[in-house]
């Protein structure tokens, strides 16, 4: 790949914001979406992620349901007032 299409792939790019405190979590999601190609920013509070968060920055978020200081829920009611961005809940449990 040239050096060129290299920059127009980096442009294309999904950027994924990740709500999630479990680490095993984090880091199979981690591998997982970078290696396909995913930009990846991770929050582990609704704290980190409510300063992480603009709209139109992200493309895509996955969203914990149960948190430390709340839940995904609470953050997708924020998100909502102002971004039709497309959201993903995860509960961890299996």
Known sequence: MTEEQNKERQKSMSNILLLEDDLSLINGLSFAFKKQGFELNIARTLKEAEE???????????LDVSLPDGSGFEFCKRVRLTSKVPIIFSDGFG
Request: proline share 0%; glycine share 10%; hydrophobic share 45%.
């Open 52 to 62: 992480l968060w603009t709209d139109g920055k992200y493309d895509l978020l996955v």
